[in-house]
């Protein structure tokens, strides 16, 4: 069972600020998780390729795509806010190019046998960026670029997206919200940022609010249905959004997940994509922002996804 991670070192240059939490850091600490776990010698790495703007623009509008590349900076040092909490300098639009690009590069890998499954380690995250906005540090929607490349390119027409992150994925719902082809399951603090996800909605979105405070035991038996869910829409891949800022060590959000429960959602997801579609599993990271917890979290779920 092969388990691919992609990365690029392209990522870590987007910067914003030393005090912000979406720092380079979090690349770093993964890595050396990877190799203090012995993981890094049994997994296949791969290095992220920038994504087409054609690929962008099957998930954005064609406008806010063009926007973000006209009001990218080019100087040193120079810094543009692309909404209330997205800053980009410099290296920000590379950044989010190759962290796009990534995760078409495992669909690819994926779709074409060459790995049973793939792990995004990217940053910037993208689930708050919608069809014509960026939010949330998000610039594009790394995992909705990465499913409307899987059904354009490989013809698919049941697609699962399981996002586990603290805050809802609403710029991914927003992507998918009239597409039946795709099944999307986000589990979220609620009330909390980005203050959605508790409307009325599709059948094929399944959003499971969850109070603050929630432990992993009480976590799963409100998320379990996810799993009858996919059982029966029977995917033909299926797209993690791996946040783990749902951690109790994490500070972004007041849930109480630990590594054990990060494993039982990959065991899950893990049976069903071996049922279904063999094995075939595309996990991107999103949020995650206490350096030790995030490590430890995304080791564990790599771990699964190794077998």
């Not at 979406?22 to 994504?51: C, T, W």
């Not at 064609?62 to 810094?79: L, N, Q, T, W």
């Not at 299926?238 to 007041?254: L, V, Y």
């Given at each position: 069972?092969?388990?691919?991670?992609?990365?690029?070192?392209?990522?870590?240059?987007?910067?914003?600020?030393?005090?912000?939490?979406?720092?380079?850091?979090?690349?770093?600490?993964?890595?050396?998780?990877?190799?203090?776990?012995?993981?890094?010698?049994?997994?296949?790495?791969?290095?992220?390729?920038?994504?087409?703007?054609?690929?962008?623009?099957?998930?954005?509008?064609?406008?806010?795509?063009?926007?973000?590349?006209?009001?990218?900076?080019?100087?040193?040092?120079?810094?543009?806010?692309?909404?209330?909490?997205?800053?980009?300098?410099?290296?920000?639009?590379?950044?989010?190019?190759?962290?796009?690009?990534?995760?078409?590069?495992?669909?690819?890998?994926?779709?074409?046998?060459?790995?049973?499954?793939?792990?995004?380690?990217?940053?910037?995250?993208?689930?708050?960026?919608?069809?014509?906005?960026?939010?949330?540090?998000?610039?594009?929607?790394?995992?909705?670029?990465?499913?409307?490349?899987?059904?354009?390119?490989?013809?698919?027409?049941?697609?699962?997206?399981?996002?586990?992150?603290?805050?809802?994925?609403?710029?991914?719902?927003?992507?998918?919200?009239?597409?039946?082809?795709?099944?999307?399951?986000?589990?979220?603090?609620?009330?909390?940022?980005?203050?959605?996800?508790?409307?009325?909605?599709?059948?094929?979105?399944?959003?499971?609010?969850?109070?603050?405070?929630?432990?992993?035991?009480?976590y799963r038996e409100m998320v379990k249905h996810w799993f009858t869910a996919i059982d029966d829409f029977?995917?033909?891949?299926?797209?993690?959004?791996?946040?783990?800022?749902?951690?109790?060590?994490?500070?972004?959000?007041?849930?109480?997940?630990?590594?054990?429960?990060?494993?039982?959602?990959?065991?899950?997801?893990?049976?069903?994509?071996?049922?279904?579609?063999?094995?075939?599993?595309?996990?991107?990271?999103?949020?995650?922002?206490?350096?030790?917890?995030?490590?430890?979290?995304?080791?564990?779920?790599?771990?699964?996804?190794?077998?």
């Open positions: 069972m092969t388990v691919t991670v992609i990365a690029s070192h392209k990522c870590n240059l987007h910067n914003m600020g030393n005090e912000h939490p979406e720092q380079p850091a979090r690349m770093y600490q993964i890595n050396d998780q990877f190799i203090s776990s012995g993981l890094e010698y049994v997994l296949h790495f791969a290095d992220a390729k920038p994504v087409q703007i054609s690929a962008l623009e099957r998930a954005h509008d064609k406008d806010f795509v063009k926007s973000v590349f006209d009001r990218a900076p080019s100087e040193k040092g120079e810094r543009v806010w692309l909404d209330d909490d997205t800053i980009m300098m410099d290296k920000s639009l590379d950044a989010a190019l190759y962290a796009a690009g990534a995760v078409v590069d495992a669909v690819d890998l994926v779709m074409t046998n060459k790995t049973t499954r793939a792990f995004c380690a990217v940053r910037p995250p993208g689930h708050h960026a919608g069809r014509g906005k960026s939010s949330g540090f998000c610039i594009f929607n790394n995992v909705a670029v990465g499913v409307m490349h899987a059904i354009e390119e490989y013809g698919l027409d049941r697609v699962a997206i399981v996002d586990f992150d603290v805050h809802h994925g609403d710029g991914t719902q927003d992507i998918i919200k009239d597409d039946k082809r795709v099944l999307f399951c986000s589990s979220f603090q609620h009330p909390f940022y980005p203050f959605s996800g508790d409307e009325p909605s599709r059948e094929g979105i399944i959003n499971v609010p969850i109070p603050a405070g929630t432990k992993g035991a009480d029977k995917p033909q891949i299926i797209f993690i959004s791996a946040g783990f800022d749902s951690h109790a060590e994490d500070e972004m959000g007041q849930l109480c997940l630990v590594e054990d429960d990060y494993i039982w959602i990959t065991e899950q997801l893990k049976s069903l994509a071996e049922k279904h579609c063999t094995g075939k599993i595309v996990s991107v990271l999103e949020g995650g922002y206490a350096l030790s917890a995030l490590a430890r979290s995304v080791v564990a779920h790599v771990k699964v996804l190794a077998g």
